[in-house]
């Protein structure tokens, strides 16, 4: 899992220098960009508070299972990326030390706690396959 390269102009003079170091962070830190998953890629996601376990299913789209209000069986969501707990987004990515944000199907928008550990779910892990989500 890579994060990518940083653009040229960085950091960026119209953010605040916080705003640039939280970036820079994010980069050093780690995570998953969205457009680099294939659909059906199952991550492990592990918070301060929780494990998640989801399957992405393109398009900003996932099966996501693990808080025991909003998603104790798999339901599908849209994420919107990772925050670092306030308003600003990292749209489209899941970061370690970030919160991930996603919207689930009754509109509500859900913060996690924030992300600890990032894995790849392979094989016998693989586990959204067992309970019936292709």
Avoid at 63 to 74: D, L, R, V
Avoid at 113 to 130: F, M, Y
Wanted: proline share 3%.
């Amino acid at each position: 899992m890579h994060t990518g390269v940083f653009v040229s102009g960085f950091p960026h003079g119209s953010f605040a220098d916080r705003v640039n170091s939280r970036i820079v962070e994010s980069e050093i830190l780690g995570g998953v960009r969205l457009e680099d998953l294939v659909a059906g890629t199952e991550l492990e996601l592990i918070t301060e508070n929780r494990q998640y376990r989801l399957r992405y299913c393109g398009s900003g789209e996932a099966w996501i299972s693990g808080h025991p209000t909003f998603c104790p069986n798999p339901v599908l969501v849209r994420i919107h990326g990772s925050t670092w707990g306030g308003a600003m987004i990292k749209a489209a990515f899941i970061g370690r030390g970030m919160h991930l944000e996603f919207r689930d199907q009754e509109c509500r928008t859900i913060t996690t706690s924030k992300i600890v550990e990032i894995r790849e779910c392979t094989g016998q892990r693989a586990w959204l396959t067992n309970v019936g989500i292709s």
